[in-house]
């Protein structure tokens, strides 16, 4: 495998990366509290978890849920805030080796812009990813994401407010059909697609008869949500002309090249950070041998080279 950074080329902004493996949202803190398990600088890439104005606490108690291959959460994107992310978190991340790419999350598209504007001249940030799978306050609570003018309103305010910073515009699953989303994305000036966000879940205790989740619902991640991503992930690159970026149950670095074959440019590794706190490095490690193993010299000749006829 050829040692050269990978260049995500975006509609009007780029992301560099050293190799295809990001942390996502959510499952890896504001990446300081990973830095036990290996050097944050040998990733590709984090996501920080999901950035409001005000400081969240999030849902009641429980709010996670271990399934078969998988987990539910309804965490409620609990987070510091802007402000204090800005200054207590950020500067402690070596920016320098590592991109940083803040997870935006509001309830109306104004919200997102703000995010946007706070963010757009921070140095040390690399990217801004947009969370659509929030409720539209101003819409009776519909998630942006399931709806085309809903997530084309979002990415152009976020867009417009971004300065040079690329946007990332984080997909839904629960959705007919995601292409039409993507594709609403990508003509309101989106640079780049991650897909999948979780799919929509709960479940039972029958000794008391009451959900798991204090939230009653929340979102399904793990390995039992691959065959959904990779679908996704395949469907939303054949209709875009910008890169994607592949998320859902990722374990092991052959799961990397199987993303990069259905149409990813790179992806983010999830739950796998909470059953292995060491595994977005695993994986990134072992990542140049797998491709090796299969005969993949550099990126470009296995993405979106599935055979389906």
Same mark, same amino acid.
């Given at each position: 495998?050829? +040692? +050269?950074?990978?260049?995500?080329?975006?509609?009007?902004?780029?992301?560099?990366?050293?190799?295809?493996?990001?942390?996502?949202?959510?499952?890896?803190?504001?990446?300081?509290? %990973?830095?036990?398990?290996?050097?944050?600088?040998?990733?590709?890439?984090?996501?920080?978890?999901? *950035?409001? *104005?005000?400081?969240?606490?999030?849902?009641?108690?429980?709010?996670?849920?271990?399934?078969?291959?998988?987990?539910?959460?309804?965490?409620?994107?609990?987070?510091?805030?802007?402000?204090?992310?800005?200054?207590?978190?950020?500067?402690? *991340?070596?920016?320098?080796?590592?991109?940083?790419?803040?997870?935006?999350? &509001?309830?109306?598209?104004?919200? %997102?812009?703000?995010?946007?504007?706070?963010?757009?001249?921070?140095?040390?940030?690399?990217?801004?990813?947009?969370?659509?799978?929030?409720?539209?306050?101003?819409? =009776?609570?519909?998630? %942006?994401?399931?709806?085309? =003018?809903?997530?084309?309103? @979002?990415?152009?305010?976020?867009?417009?407010?971004?300065?040079?910073?690329?946007?990332? @515009?984080?997909?839904?699953?629960?959705?007919?059909?995601?292409?039409?989303? &993507?594709?609403?994305?990508?003509?309101?000036?989106?640079?780049?697609?991650?897909?999948?966000?979780?799919?929509?879940?709960? &479940?039972?205790?029958?000794?008391?008869?009451?959900?798991?989740?204090?939230?009653?619902? =929340?979102?399904?991640?793990?390995?039992?949500?691959?065959? @959904?991503?990779?679908?996704?992930?395949?469907?939303?690159?054949?209709?875009?002309?910008?890169?994607?970026?592949?998320?859902? =149950?990722?374990?092991?670095?052959?799961?990397?090249?199987?993303?990069?074959?259905?149409?990813?440019?790179?992806?983010? @590794?999830?739950?796998?950070? %909470?059953?292995?706190?060491?595994?977005?490095?695993?994986?990134?490690?072992?990542?140049?041998?797998?491709?090796?193993?299969?005969?993949?010299?550099?990126?470009?000749?296995?993405?979106?080279? *599935?055979?389906?006829?």
């Amino acid at each position: 495998m050829e +040692k +050269k950074r990978l260049i995500l080329p975006g509609a009007s902004a780029s992301l560099e990366l050293k190799h295809p493996v990001l942390t996502a949202s959510g499952t890896f803190g504001y990446g300081l509290e %990973f830095a036990p398990y290996g050097d944050l600088q040998t990733l590709g890439g984090i996501v920080v978890k999901g *950035l409001s *104005l005000k400081p969240r606490d999030g849902n009641p108690m429980p709010r996670i849920a271990e399934t078969a291959c998988g987990m539910l959460n309804a965490v409620g994107l609990q987070n510091c805030g802007v402000e204090a992310f800005i200054k207590d978190k950020l500067p402690l *991340l070596p920016t320098e080796n590592l991109p940083v790419i803040a997870n935006l999350y &509001a309830t109306n598209a104004d919200d %997102f812009a703000e995010l946007a504007s706070i963010l757009a001249s921070e140095s040390g940030i690399a990217g801004l990813e947009v969370n659509i799978s929030c409720p539209n306050v101003c819409e =009776g609570g519909i998630a %942006f994401g399931q709806n085309e =003018g809903m997530a084309a309103s @979002v990415t152009e305010a976020v867009k417009k407010r971004a300065g040079n910073k690329p946007v990332i @515009v984080k997909l839904s699953p629960n959705v007919t059909d995601i292409t039409l989303i &993507a594709k609403a994305c990508e003509v309101a000036g989106a640079d780049m697609l991650s897909c999948i966000n979780t799919l929509n879940g709960m &479940a039972v205790d029958l000794t008391t008869r009451r959900p798991l989740l204090a939230n009653v619902t =929340g979102g399904l991640s793990g390995p039992a949500i691959k065959p @959904v991503a990779l679908r996704c992930v395949w469907q939303v690159s054949q209709a875009v002309n910008i890169p994607v970026i592949g998320i859902g =149950g990722i374990q092991i670095a052959e799961d990397v090249l199987e993303f990069i074959l259905a149409g990813a440019s790179a992806v983010q @590794v999830s739950t796998a950070n %909470f059953t292995r706190p060491d595994s977005a490095f695993r994986i990134a490690r072992d990542l140049p041998a797998a491709a090796d193993k299969y005969g993949v010299s550099n990126w470009d000749e296995l993405r979106g080279k *599935l055979i389906t006829q």
